[in-house]
T-cell receptor
Framework: GAVVSQHPSRVICKSGTSVKIECRSL??????MFWYRQFPKQSLMLMAT?????????EQGVEKDKFLINHASLTLSTLTVTSAHPEDSSFYIC??????????FGPGTRLTVT | AQSVAQPEDQVNVAEGNPLTVKCTYS??????LFWYVQYPNRGLQFLLK??????LVKGSYGFEAEFNKSQTSFHLKKPSALVSDSALYFC?????????????FGQGTILTVHP
């Protein structure tokens, strides 16, 4: 149980375009989902906390207008990178919290902006 | 503020030998502590957690960790390492009193198990 999926697993887009990443909890309802960004050989950096039906809470230094987060249902949260630039290239990982304890992580999405 | 330190960027062990990946933490209040493992280009897999109770926690794939409150440590251990254990390991902490609280991760430790 506690499976989290992400789609797509890999995406290449041109500079200036927007890309949407989906995060789904497949076998449980997640009131809270988290979005992380991971640079090569580095730790996870929390970008935002997403609560179903309300606005996401962004971490300091994360542009909310650039990284749009929508948590429309208890099983789906989306991250849209708007007007992507090469510096947005990264590995994006979502997680869903179950019962207030551990977070279960998706497999990640590799974004490459050319 | 909460923080996690993994003092070793890399740990190398021979297959069959015991392994330890170190983690120390700082948090106000009681901690919830976690270990995750990450394989290349994959998300994080949950290994084990300490919430309360017995200080020795057993988790997946034969891993265990010992919570030491006085030393604020939560080291990950395995009695006999396998080559397939080679991966990136993250320790994480959050404050117990916050529900759905955000995790703070250590910088990660690359474990390499040699045949």
């Amino acid at each position: 149980g506690a499976v989290v999926s992400q789609h797509p697993s890999r995406v290449i887009c041109k500079s200036g375009t927007s890309v949407k990443i989906e995060c789904r909890s497949l076998d449980f309802q997640a009131t809270t989902m988290f979005w992380y960004r991971q640079f090569p050989k580095q730790s996870l950096m929390l970008m935002a906390t997403s609560n179903e039906g309300s606005k996401a809470t962004y971490e300091q230094g994360v542009e909310k207008d650039k990284f749009l987060i929508n948590h429309a249902s208890l099983t789906l949260s989306t991250l849209t990178v708007t007007s992507a630039h090469p510096e947005d290239s990264s590995f994006y990982i979502c997680s869903a919290a179950l019962a207030g304890y551990e977070q279960y992580f998706g497999p990640g999405t590799r974004l490459t902006v050319t | 503020a909460q923080s996690v330190a993994q003092p070793e960027d890399q740990v190398n062990v021979a297959e069959g030998n015991p392994l330890t990946v170190k983690c120390t933490y700082s948090v106000s209040g009681n901690p919830y502590l976690f270990w995750y493992v990450q394989y290349p280009n994959r998300g994080l897999q949950f290994l084990l957690k300490y919430i309360t109770g017995d200080n020795l926690v057993k988790g997946s794939y034969g891993f265990e960790a010992e919570f030491n409150k006085s030393q604020t440590s939560f080291h990950l251990k395995k009695p006999s390492a396998l080559v397939s254990d080679s991966a990136l390991y993250f320790c994480a902490v959050r404050e117990a009193r916050t529900s759905y609280g955000k995790l703070t991760f250590g910088q990660g430790t690359i474990l390499t198990v040699h045949p």
